[in-house]
């Protein structure tokens, strides 16, 4: 199982430039494509961005040239470095794990499911 902690969130002002992290924990050798997604009060939860495992990444259209995503899987974290904050990018900020399934780690092969954090609170004052 992979296990994800999101952190970072704050209350920013309009224009601002706040990094989140999450850092994975568990059976990280099988994650594959990590993402951001964020849900804003009364709406769906939006996909934000993703990375695969080898550095490509994919952005959504109401963030493209303002927010990168990237990894360090030394480190086991993925990062969402957020430029020029609007108050439109208020929500809650989720990290998801896409999982190698099945992965084997020593003896045991794994059959996984995509992993959540519990999400961390940006909150855009204009």
């Known amino acids: 199982q992979v296990y994800l902690g999101e952190s970072g969130g704050d209350l920013v002002q309009a224009g601002g430039s706040p990094r989140l992290s999450c850092a994975a924990s568990?059976?990280?050798?099988?994650?594959?494509?990590m993402a951001w997604y964020r849900q804003a009060p009364g709406k769906e939860r939006e996909w934000v961005a993703e990375?695969?495992?080898?550095?490509?990444?994919n952005y959504g259209d109401s963030v493209k040239g303002r927010f990168a995503i990237s990894r360090d899987n030394a480190k086991n974290t993925l990062y969402l470095q957020m430029n020029n904050l609007k108050p439109e990018d208020t929500a809650v900020y989720y990290c998801?794990?896409?999982?190698?399934?099945?992965?084997?780690?020593?003896?045991?092969?794994?059959?996984?499911?995509?992993?959540w954090g519990q999400g961390t609170q940006v909150t855009v004052s204009s």
């Open positions: 998801k794990a896409e999982p190698i399934s099945p992965c084997t780690v020593g003896p045991r092969q794994l059959w996984l499911f995509d992993s």
């Open positions: 568990g059976d990280t050798i099988c994650i594959s494509t």
């Open positions: 990375i695969s495992n080898r550095a490509g990444t």
